[in-house]
C-alpha cells in the first residue's frame, strides 16, 4: 500500500499569507496520478489539482501544484477567507488502487 | 451540468446489509469509471471501490472485499453499493465520485450508520 502522509496536520495563517502543505508518499509515484482536493464542513471534497500541477476547472491561480517522485507540494500564494478548509493529497497505483492522506486543516490565525 | 446524487443510507444493525445508489446525469455516464469513497464523520477520506465503464473490472479496499460489491447499470445511469455483514467501523458519509486516477465530480453523500 501506498501511504501519503501530509505536513503539518495544521497550519495556521491570515488572510494574505501564502501556504505550502507537503505530501509524501511512501513509495516513487508517478506525477500524473497524484490529485489535491479541499474539503469545506458539511460539503464534498473538492478537486484542486490532478496530475501533480494541473488546476482543475475553475480553480483560480492562486492553488498550484508541483513535485515528482515522493514529495509533492500544494501552495496557495495569497490566502482568502474562503481558502481555509481541509486540503487531501490523493494517489493511483499499487494495492489499493487509491489512497489519500490524512488531510491538512488550514486554519485562521 | 453534473449532478451525482446517492441516496439509500440510513441507520442498520451489525450484521446487517444496506444497497447504496448513486443517480448520474449531466454527462456520458457509461463513459467513465465511477467510486465510493467513504469518511468517517470528522475523519479523512478512505477511498472504498471502483468499476470501469463496462463493469469488468471492479477493485476494493481490502477491508470491504468480500462484504461488499460495486456494480453499475448505465442503462440507467446508477452506480450502486451493496454493504453486507455491516460493521461499526463502516459508519460513514458514503460518496460516488465520477473518475479513476482523480474525481472532479462528487456526490454529496449519504450517511450509513451501522449500530444497535
Known amino acids: 500500500e501506498i501511504v501519503l502522509t501530509q505536513s503539518p496536520g495544521t497550519l495556521s495563517l491570515s488572510p494574505g499569507e501564502g501556504a505550502t502543505l507537503s505530501c509524501r508518499a511512501s513509495?516513487?509515484?508517478?506525477?500524473?496520478?497524484l490529485a489535491w482536493y479541499q474539503q469545506k464542513p458539511g460539503q464534498a471534497p473538492r478537486l484542486l489539482i490532478y496530475g501533480a500541477s494541473s488546476r482543475a476547472t475553475g480553480i483560480p491561480d492562486r492553488f498550484s501544484g508541483s513535485g515528482s517522485g515522493t514529495d509533492f507540494t500544494l501552495t496557495i500564494s495569497r490566502l482568502e477567507p474562503e481558502d481555509f478548509a481541509v486540503y487531501y493529497c490523493?494517489?493511483?497505483?499499487?494495492?489499493?488502487?487509491?489512497?489519500f492522506g490524512q488531510g491538512t486543516r488550514l486554519e485562521i490565525k | 451540468e453534473v449532478q451525482l446524487v446517492e441516496s439509500g443510507g440510513g441507520l442498520v444493525q451489525p450484521g446487517g446489509s444496506l444497497r447504496l445508489s448513486c443517480a448520474a446525469s449531466g454527462f456520458s455516464f457509461s463513459t467513465y469509471w465511477m467510486s465510493w469513497v467513504r469518511q468517517v464523520p470528522g475523519k479523512g477520506l478512505e477511498w472504498v471501490a471502483n468499476?470501469?465503464?463496462?463493469?469488468?473490472?471492479?477493485y476494493y479496499v481490502d477491508s470491504v472485499k468480500g462484504r461488499f460489491t460495486i456494480s453499475r447499470d448505465n442503462a440507467k445511469n446508477s452506480l450502486y453499493l451493496q454493504m453486507n455483514s455491516l460493521r461499526a467501523e463502516d459508519t460513514a458519509v458514503y460518496y460516488c465520485?465520477?473518475?479513476?486516477?482523480?474525481?472532479?465530480?462528487w456526490g454529496q453523500g449519504t450517511l450509513v450508520t451501522v449500530s444497535s
Open positions: 513509495q516513487s509515484i508517478s506525477s500524473t496520478y
Open positions: 468499476i470501469k465503464q463496462d463493469g469488468s473490472e471492479r
Open positions: 490523493q494517489q493511483h497505483g499499487g494495492s489499493p488502487p487509491i489512497t
Open positions: 465520485a465520477r473518475g479513476v486516477w482523480s474525481f472532479g465530480y
